[in-house]
């Protein structure tokens, strides 16, 4: 046993699922910032919180369907579903002009990732020893957050070069790459079943892994501040003068990269608890420096302190996620964290935009307020684990 769990996990079957992830990342990624002008051009410039808040809806709607369905019909197939609706979604928002089209496919295009995360995270822990799911996971995420860095860049640029819709069609080509990928991977579900409608009943026991609640909640409170970052951050980039608003997320994806090559495996070696608890202390510094910068160089700082400090909590907290789980429910208490993120990156974009309704002077004080929300994510641990220490 020992000789297994020390053998290399870089594998081709690892690298092709995370090849897949980076593709399907970079597709839903590409389109972000240029949605909050796109929506003004449409007339909806006092609706951009819901640009977000939408897309999270119908993924944390989808979890409990992909997590039941993840665990019965295979992880491959609910992979699979994930990038087709972007492939689909890609090219109908050319189609779509106007506001209600658009807010409709926000709505579908949520779906992707409410099925292929879910699914991927389980296939993770399937082929891979538990005492390595920090640093799979790291990397993996690391490998996602490639395609969050270069998928903005490069929608911004086809978008200022060659059009809008040009954009939304290159989106639709990459996750059209990630489904060919996917649909030649070994399925990991030992007991596959054949899909039926019946899988897509959904109880009560089948929305909510209660195992998995202490790793909800954290995600809740940390990832608001995302939610808040993507409804944001394209305006303050064009206020500052930032003609390609993907550099943000450029920034702070490459900085998230080069902590990603650690942090899984400290997590492994010092615990979840630890790392997630540095993590958490890092975002929020990031989100004061983020309201406190009002130039180029200070977004650029916040960017990178925050994808430092996502680089450290993301791999701990999905490993924790399966760490509280049962081996059969992976698929479910992977859905039941990604609610919780859904929920509060959905929640941080709502309100923000209600907040902020294009008043620029706002932004800073909107970046405070949600620095407070990430302190009730370390209040929350901090309490957890004294609890579990003294049972």
Not at 98 to 111: A, Y
Not at 126 to 147: K, T, V, Y
Not at 280 to 309: K, Q, R
Request: hydrophobic share 50%; glycine share 10%.
């Amino acid at each position: 046993m020992e000789h297994v769990e020390n053998k290399s996990i870089y594998t081709l079957q690892f690298g092709l699922l995370c090849l897949s992830s980076l593709l399907f990342s970079a597709s839903f990624n590409m389109i972000i910032p240029e949605l909050p002008n796109y929506l003004s051009a449409l007339g909806g410039a006092e609706h951009k919180g819901l640009i977000i808040s939408l897309f999270t809806l119908t993924a944390g709607i989808s979890r409990p369907f992909s997590g039941k369905l993840t665990d019965k019909w295979g992880r491959v197939p609910v992979m699979a579903i994930g990038s087709i609706v972007c492939v689909i979604c890609g090219f109908l928002y050319p189609l779509l002009t106007t506001l209600s089209g658009f807010f409709m496919l926000r709505l579908v295009h949520g779906f992707s990732t409410g099925f292929k995360p879910t699914a991927t995270s389980a296939y993770v822990a399937d082929i891979i020893p538990q005492n390595r799911w920090g640093e799979a996971l790291g990397m993996h995420g690391l490998c996602f957050s490639i395609g969050g860095a270069i998928g903005p860049a490069i929608g911004s640029y086809i978008a200022l070069n060659s059009g809008i819709n040009n954009m939304f069609y290159a989106s639709s080509g990459f996750a059209l790459l990630s489904i060919i990928i996917v649909a030649n991977m070994k399925e990991t579900l030992a007991k596959k079943q054949r899909f039926s409608p019946s899988m897509l009943r959904i109880s009560r026991s089948d929305i909510i892994e209660v195992r998995a609640l202490p790793a909800a909640i954290v995600t809740f409170f940390s990832y608001s501040a995302y939610g808040v970052i993507l409804t944001l951050i394209p305006d303050w980039s064009q206020h500052l003068g930032i003609a390609n608003k993907g550099l943000f997320f450029t920034a702070y994806t490459v900085a998230s990269i080069a902590i990603r090559f650690v942090s899984g495996k400290v997590a492994d070696k010092f615990g979840r608890i630890k790392v997630m608890f540095v993590g958490l202390l890092i975002i929020t510094l990031s989100l004061l420096v983020l309201g406190w910068g009002d130039n180029i160089e200070g977004l650029i700082i916040g960017a990178c302190i925050y994808g430092i400090g996502t680089g450290i909590l993301s791999p701990a907290l999905n490993a924790w996620t399966i760490d509280l789980s049962l081996p059969q429910y992976r698929g479910k208490a992977m859905a039941t964290m990604y609610i919780a993120l859904e929920a509060g990156i959905g929640g941080g974009a709502l309100l923000a935009g209600y907040v902020y309704h294009d008043v620029l002077t706002r932004i800073p004080y909107i970046m405070y307020a949600n620095a407070c929300v990430t302190g009730i994510a370390i209040v929350y641990i901090v309490f957890w684990n004294a609890k579990k220490n003294r049972t």
